[in-house]
């Protein structure tokens, strides 16, 4: 059984930083870029960061980029994802997720892979002001 299990949320002040953890299972770690994706309150979800396990590539949203940091243990079947510089904004729960990565001319983007594992419950941030 797939399994992708987020953890290490919490309440952060604005400016502080958080180090979420995921745990993966079920399938071939190396074969699979894993993500982290994101619903705040009253909104959809939004792709975070993606880290390509093959060659180690990450990916990230406007969002977060320079503040936020995903990296993996293939050794563990681990994906990390160092958030520093929080803002409420941040503030959601956060998942772990198998995902694919599209690279075009000047652009890359990813998104969650349907159909792969369930999403958890995920690990809520709330980043006060």
């Known amino acids: 059984e797939v399994q992708l299990q987020a953890s290490g949320g919490g309440l952060v002040q604005a400016g502080g930083s958080l180090r979420l953890s995921c745990v993966a299972s079920g399938f071939t770690f190396d074969d699979y870029a894993i993500g982290w994706f994101r619903r705040a309150p009253g909104k959809g979800r939004e792709g975070v960061a993606c880290?390509?396990?093959?060659?180690?590539?990450?990916y990230y949203s406007d969002s977060v980029k320079g503040r936020f940091t995903i990296s993996s243990d293939s050794a563990k079947n681990m994906v990390y994802l160092q958030m520093n510089s929080l803002k409420p904004e941040d503030t959601a729960v956060y998942f772990c997720q198998a995902c694919r990565i599209v690279v075009v001319p000047g652009r890359s983007w990813f998104n969650p892979l349907t159909d792969f594992g369930s999403w958890g419950q995920g690990t809520l941030v709330t980043v006060s002001s």
């Open positions: 880290i390509s396990n093959n060659d180690g590539t990450a």
